[in-house]
């Protein structure tokens, strides 16, 4: 039997809500990056992403991931939108696999990484407010 996801019901209308967050945490990290604040920069960028997850899945689905495994919510993602591709999981993946790592180590983050971080960023919201667009005219 598959596994299945933690997830509960949320109303479509909430997917505008999380793309706003996504934007705001993109424009966020944005400002960070011209500030050369490293850390600052590639945790809005990670929260911007799981922001954008929210708002496609929601979007689609009507759910949204509650699990403690942020992870969760790529396999959601898979199961219900048709147009989370390969790029998508890669861009997604990225920043969270990260998350740990930025949100709770010591180690501070590099300008590259940051960069690097807040562009997947960007490129996944970007996709994101794609399919809620699509979704909630």
Not at 113 to 136: M, N, P, T, Y
């Amino acid at each position: 039997m598959p596994r299945r996801e933690p997830a509960r019901d949320v109303p479509k209308g909430e997917a505008r809500r999380s793309l706003k967050m996504a934007h705001e945490l993109v424009d966020t990290a944005d400002w960070a990056l011209r500030s050369e604040r490293w850390h600052a920069a590639g945790l809005d960028a990670i929260h911007a992403g799981i922001c954008g997850a929210d708002a496609a899945l929601i979007a689609v689905a009507g759910i949204r991931s509650v699990s403690q495994d942020h992870g969760a919510v790529v396999e959601l993602l898979a199961a219900h939108v048709r147009d989370f591709t390969a790029t998508q999981r890669r861009q997604l993946t990225g920043l969270l696999k990260e998350k740990n790592d930025v949100a709770y180590e010591q180690r501070p983050l590099t300008d590259v990484e940051a960069r690097r971080l807040v562009d997947q960023s960007r490129r996944f919201v970007k996709w994101a407010g794609a399919i809620v667009d699509r979704q909630l005219p």
